[in-house]
């Protein structure tokens, strides 16, 4: 059986996933400075592709010895990616000003916040 942290980080990278499902839907491409200003199809398309050697990379990093180094980054990107889209609720192109898209985003930076505390704690009684 998993330990607790291994739980808790899965299902916040799975909150992770189904908030991409979502940005998706919601064209979240329409946020970033690059993509922006492509037409949609095209955009959704790149959006789409640049997931696959990001999920790659976090998967085989998360399956390796290299698994806290990837509990602390992805914990910090969520914690930041919750903060930006707090900070993103008043932009014109922002789709996920929604109950659903809400209840992905914002416990995914709670957990990681109470993850990589709890992954501090944890090694500081290591030590």
Do not use: C
């Given at each position: 059986?998993?330990?607790?942290?291994?739980?808790?980080?899965?299902f916040n990278l799975?909150?992770?996933?189904?908030?991409?499902?979502?940005?998706?839907?919601?064209?979240?491409?329409?946020?970033?400075?690059?993509?922006?200003?492509?037409?949609?199809?095209?955009?959704?398309?790149?959006?789409?592709?640049?997931?696959?050697?990001?999920?790659?990379?976090?998967?085989?990093?998360?399956?390796?010895?290299?698994?806290?180094?990837?509990?602390?980054?992805?914990?910090?990107?969520?914690?930041?990616h919750?903060?930006?889209?707090?900070?993103?609720?008043?932009?014109?192109?922002?789709?996920?000003?929604?109950?659903?898209?809400?209840?992905?985003?914002?416990?995914?930076?709670?957990?990681?916040?109470?993850?990589?505390?709890?992954?501090?704690?944890?090694?500081?009684?290591?030590?």
């Amino acid at each position: 059986m998993p330990d607790f942290l291994l739980v808790l980080f899965l299902f916040n990278l799975s909150l992770f996933l189904l908030h991409e499902m979502d940005a998706i839907r919601r064209s979240e491409w329409k946020l970033f400075i690059v993509l922006k200003d492509m037409k949609d199809d095209k955009a959704y398309r790149y959006f789409t592709w640049i997931h696959l050697p990001m999920y790659t990379i976090i998967l085989s990093l998360l399956f390796s010895s290299y698994q806290t180094i990837i509990f602390w980054v992805l914990d910090i990107f969520f914690i930041i990616h919750t903060v930006l889209h707090f900070f993103f609720e008043k932009h014109p192109r922002n789709e996920f000003k929604n109950g659903f898209s809400r209840s992905l985003i914002y416990p995914m930076g709670i957990i990681a916040l109470i993850h990589s505390v709890l992954i501090a704690i944890q090694h500081v009684e290591k030590l």
